[in-house]
């Protein structure tokens, strides 16, 4: 439905679930992702996960427009709609990592949240260990605006959450 210049954002599909599995049945990703345990995972949470899909205010599966390759995921969340302040959520295939479409889907999504959605903000929490998807936040215009100390066990050890956030009138000014 939506394309940028390598991507194709398009509706998830009953046939996406098991490439979804696949996805979080990898340790670095869900480490990363801070789902919850890093577990292996099986249908109840694909179902639960599905759910969750369904509930977003914006949700898409990301694949590559020449291909049609699966690459993942990318979501917006509304809690409070007064408030306009939607959760920012990414997740791309381990074995496509650091290529660019973490980035090149986000700021798609940025600027359709705003301009298109019409949020008032943008909001995510993220691990302090989790240094590529920080370095992507940071790239497409979010800002720190909060730690939480030790609030997640991560391989041996308390990791700070990082909270960040984007204003639509810091995305306008832009
Ligand atoms: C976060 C995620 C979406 C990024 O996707 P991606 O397609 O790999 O991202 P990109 O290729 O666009 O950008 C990665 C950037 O991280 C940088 N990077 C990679 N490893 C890094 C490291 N160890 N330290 C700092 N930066 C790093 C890269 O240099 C790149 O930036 P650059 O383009 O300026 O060089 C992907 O890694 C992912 O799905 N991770 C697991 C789930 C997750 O963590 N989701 C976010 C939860 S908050």
């Known amino acids: 439905m939506f394309e940028t ?3 194709r954002l398009r509706e998830l599909r009953q046939s996406d679930l098991s490439l979804v599995l696949e996805m979080f049945n990898n340790y670095e990703f869900q480490e990363n992702g801070g789902v919850d345990y890093t577990v292996p995972r099986g249908d109840n949470f694909i179902e639960g996960w599905a759910g969750w899909a ?4 914006f949700f898409a599966i990301i694949e590559e427009k020449e291909s049609s390759k699966f690459l993942g995921f ?3 969340k509304i809690s409070v709609t007064k408030n306009r302040d939607a959760e920012f959520t990414i997740g791309i295939i381990a074995s496509e990592w650091g290529q660019g479409f973490g980035t090149e889907a986000s700021r798609w999504l940025i600027g359709y949240g705003f301009r298109g959605l019409n949020l008032h903000r ?3 929490t993220v691990a302090a260990t989790n240094d590529r998807a920080v370095a992507v936040y940071r790239k497409v215009g979010f800002v720190e605006e909060g730690r939480k100390r030790a609030a997640m066990w991560s391989q041996g050890k308390w990791v700070d959450h990082i909270m960040m956030g984007i204003l639509e009138k810091e995305f306008l000014l832009a």
């Open 74 to 76: 990318i979501a917006l």
């Open 122 to 124: 943008i909001s995510l």
């Open 5 to 7: 210049e390598r991507l």
């Open 54 to 57: 369904k509930s977003c205010l």
